[in-house]
């Protein structure tokens, strides 16, 4: 069964960095693009950012910059270093596999950012 646990979320002021983790419960992560989602209060959930099984990574425009994404497939984990944050970050961030095959897998629970002064 697949899973994902994302982690490290939290409140933080504008300017301010946070990083957070998501360990996936999924054969063959080594294999996956893994992406980093987003959803804020009212909104559709958005793509954010995607690693490749390689390593190359690809960002929405809101977050060049600012934010890197990087993998550990020793430890099934994706990670986003967030920095330089905006009010406009604020959102619950999940993270899944993408595959046009099979689809997104099962969606975590996600963690909370909140930047806000």
């Known amino acids: 069964q697949v899973k994902f646990v994302e982690s490290g979320g939290g409140l933080v002021q504008p300017g301010g960095s946070l990083r957070l983790s998501c360990a996936a419960s999924?054969?063959?992560?080594?294999?996956?693009?893994m992406g980093w989602y987003r959803q804020a209060a009212g909104k559709q959930r958005e793509l954010v950012a995607t690693?490749?099984?390689?390593?190359?990574?690809n960002y929405i425009d809101s977050v060049k910059g600012r934010f890197t994404m990087s993998r550990d497939n020793a430890k099934n984990t994706v990670y986003l270093q967030m920095g330089s944050l905006k009010p406009e970050d604020t959102a619950v961030y999940y993270c899944?596999?993408?595959?046009?095959?099979?689809?997104?897998?099962?969606w975590g629970q996600g963690t909370q950012v909140t930047v806000s002064s």
């Open positions: 690693i490749t099984n390689t390593g190359n990574t």
């Open positions: 999924i054969r063959n992560f080594n294999i996956y693009t």
């Open positions: 899944n596999r993408i595959s046009t095959i099979l689809g997104p897998a099962a």
